[in-house]
């Protein structure tokens, strides 16, 4: 089953290298997270543990009060009858507010209820000593708010300004956070002694048909982050080495995915810096799209040189060839005349100096054309040139015509713009028509036609002349084929022509079965250009 392509694109480097940062900054902020959630979840498990203490200390008390002799306290409104009431904990140190530290314990004004008194009385001892094992503070309250049994020294004082007090006589369940203020140095992570700076405080009703006889209020500091991570130390490290380990396992794919493909292009760059015609091919794609775009440049680039050297050399050799006979005919007669210039008539020597100028002009002519086609097969320009066609062609086939050429036109009905300079196309056409005069007989004619194609433009140009043999045909675009070299012919024309259609972008070819020769030109539209399918007109 193929990928769709959305999968098969390779991300750029700048992708990669962000999803890169963007983790390892999701690490920290990960973690900081975490931290925050684990210390949420230790203020819930120490409220949970309050709550069951506080479940065991009020049944205990209700169970005691049950007992006690005395009659059932006044003034108290009675709830409605509950069933199963779990507890669950509630308190979230990103929603609930942190308040300030409780207010001091005050005295009232009336004394406890002897009620609760008794039923508290034997609880007092078992809230010491359970003290020395939970580190809560605990307390039992009767109706009004005043402790009848504690932990601490508050017995007999009023408790009733604290709002979870309040609550809870009211016949609610109330957790709070409160701040925390300890005078005493900071303990060691590994003591019993806790440095969070809130503590959690639980007050639970205690119900007797339905109507509260009185509250058990229970606080504890919960376990500091320091406490937990050191508890935790060996996990911790454990945790610490598989980021670490995560972090490098990143690093490696970064390695591999950007620096390994870099340096293999990097290594045929070498390759092609040091000679080589062709880059060596690796055999493993790479991760990134960046590096096959060098990598692809770069194999462009090193299949551009061989192309250039091995026109340079063809060229070279082709160019040998050239001079090579009308220097030697040069030569020879430079030499005749050295040597027996003395005993020659006037006329031999005039012969002699008329084919060495001969010879001399034809170089003049080869040197001449081979800068032209040097400059036909340079890169084109930046800037891209246009024309009107029919302008063009109007200008052709005026030179044309003087030249003794008559030539028929064939236009489209509106102006038609290509993407070439004026004058590279009216050289072209220049080119073609001078070959029609010298090659299609003396009774020759020329036309022209041209409209709008696909992309561009097209142009024909023919003649009535006997046309190209089909074993010539293949070859009429070699550079220095020609079959007038007699007649000065260099073969350098239509390769001149087709370079120089080439750069800017279109092409020249001999159409086979047109009775004549028949040449047809693509250029690439510009703007202003016709659409595809308006019927030319003819001109004349």
């Avoid at 314990?105 to 009385?121: D, H, K």
């Avoid at 300004?161 to 709070?176: D, K, N, S, W």
């Avoid at 038609?416 to 090659?439: K, T």
Wanted: include cysteine; hydrophobic fraction near 50%; charge should be positive.
């Amino acid at each position: 089953m193929a990928l769709p392509a959305w999968l098969r694109r390779k991300p750029r480097i700048r992708s990669l290298l962000l999803l890169a940062n963007l983790l390892l900054l999701a690490l920290p902020l990960g973690g900081l997270w975490l931290l925050r959630l684990y210390e949420s979840a230790l203020v819930r498990q120490t409220e949970s543990e309050l709550v069951a203490q506080a479940a065991v200390i009020g049944a205990a008390y209700h169970a005691a009060w049950r007992a006690a002799e005395t009659g059932p306290p006044t003034g108290m409104a009675p709830l409605g009858a509950s069933g199963w009431a779990p507890r669950l904990p509630r308190l979230d140190l990103a929603r609930d507010p942190v308040l300030p530290v409780p207010p001091p314990a005050t005295v009232p004004p009336q004394p406890p209820i002897p009620r609760a008194l008794a039923a508290a009385q034997g609880l007092q001892p078992v809230l010491q000593e359970a003290q020395r094992i939970t580190l809560a503070g605990m307390r039992v309250l009767d109706a009004q708010g005043i402790v009848v049994a504690s932990s601490r020294e508050e017995q007999g004082l009023s408790l009733l300004g604290q709002e979870e007090v309040a609550a809870a006589l009211a016949g609610r369940e109330a957790a709070v956070l409160r701040r925390r203020i300890s005078t005493s140095p900071p303990a060691a992570v590994d003591s019993i002694s806790r440095s969070a700076g809130l503590r959690v405080f639980v007050a639970q009703p205690v119900l007797e048909d339905g109507a509260v006889i009185g509250a058990v209020l229970l606080s504890r500091t919960p376990a500091s982050l320091g406490q937990v991570l050191w508890g935790k130390r060996a996990e911790v490290a454990a945790l610490v080495l598989a980021v670490l380990a995560g972090a490098a396992l990143l690093a490696l794919f970064i390695g591999y995915a950007v620096a390994r493909p870099i340096q293999a292009v990097a290594a045929q760059a070498r390759a092609v810096a040091g000679g080589a015609r062709r880059p060596p091919q690796r055999l493993r794609a790479s991760a990134v799209r960046e590096a096959d775009e060098l990598r692809e440049a770069i194999q462009a680039m090193a299949a551009t040189l061989e192309r250039r050297a091995e026109y340079i050399g063809g060229f070279a050799v082709e160019v040998s060839h050239e001079f090579k006979t009308p220097l030697a005919a040069l030569r020879g007669g430079l030499e005749l005349l050295q040597d027996h210039g003395a005993t020659m008539t006037p006329a031999e020597r005039d012969r002699f100096l008329a084919q060495a100028m001969a010879d001399v002009q034809r170089l003049d002519r080869l040197v001449r054309q081979l800068l032209e086609l040097a400059r036909a097969e340079a890169p084109p320009p930046a800037a891209e040139a246009r024309c009107e066609v029919g302008a063009v062609v109007q200008v052709a086939a005026t030179t044309a015509r003087q030249a003794g050429l008559p030539v028929a036109l064939e236009a489209p009905a509106a102006p038609l713009w290509v993407r070439i300079g004026a004058e590279p196309l009216r050289a072209v056409l220049v080119l073609l028509l001078d070959n029609a005069r010298q090659h299609a007989g003396p009774q020759a004619q020329a036309r022209i036609t041209w409209g709008p194609a696909a992309g561009g433009a097209v142009l024909r140009v023919s003649d009535s002349g006997p046309g190209i043999s089909p074993g010539h045909a293949g070859r009429i675009f070699e550079r220095f084929f020609t079959t007038a070299r007699a007649r000065g012919g260099s073969g350098l024309g239509l390769p001149i022509a087709r370079a120089r259609l080439e750069a800017a972008g279109g092409s020249i070819r001999l159409l086979p079965g047109q009775g004549g020769a028949c040449f047809e030109i693509q250029l690439p539209g510009a703007d202003g250009s016709l659409p595809a399918g308006r019927r030319p007109r003819t001109a004349q």
